[in-house]
């Protein structure tokens, strides 16, 4: 399989909407068309910083990571939070998170950010089995308040 891992682009559209649907099912939540033409938008705004890459193999896209950039109160440059990564299960155990992780990871190197990080639920082990292969769990706990409005 031969993976190559972009910037997401305009032409990307479609596919992407595919993968994000499945991401965000697997998280249990329904597609919101709202939430996913909004955060379409914020990927090509310049001004957020929100930003989307994905992973080709053999030129179709198998896989999509949406991260942020942003400031730290304990460090001198940005930092990098891997917000979603999603694989199409028909592409799963061939690399393809391997590949978005190491691609962002050169970004953090390369740019001079302080960090990259990301979370992801206890129970999914699979994607956990992944991220260990790049450093130990870091034991903090996510808590979440949800204001269902906005």
Sequence with gaps: MNLAVRPVTLADESRWRELWDGYTRFYEREPAEAITRHLWARIFDDTV?????????DGKVVGIAHYLLHENTSALTLSCYLQD???DP???ARGTGAALIDWLWAQTR???WATLYWSTRENN???RALYDR????S???RYVLRNRQG
């Design 49 to 57: 910083p929100v930003h989307a890459i994905v992973a080709e193999a």
């Design 110 to 112: 390369d740019r001079g």
């Design 139 to 141: 034991g903090f706990l």
């Design 134 to 137: 790049y450093t130990p769990h």
């Design 85 to 87: 990564l999603y694989v």
């Design 90 to 92: 028909a592409a799963r």
């Design 125 to 127: 082990y699979r994607a």
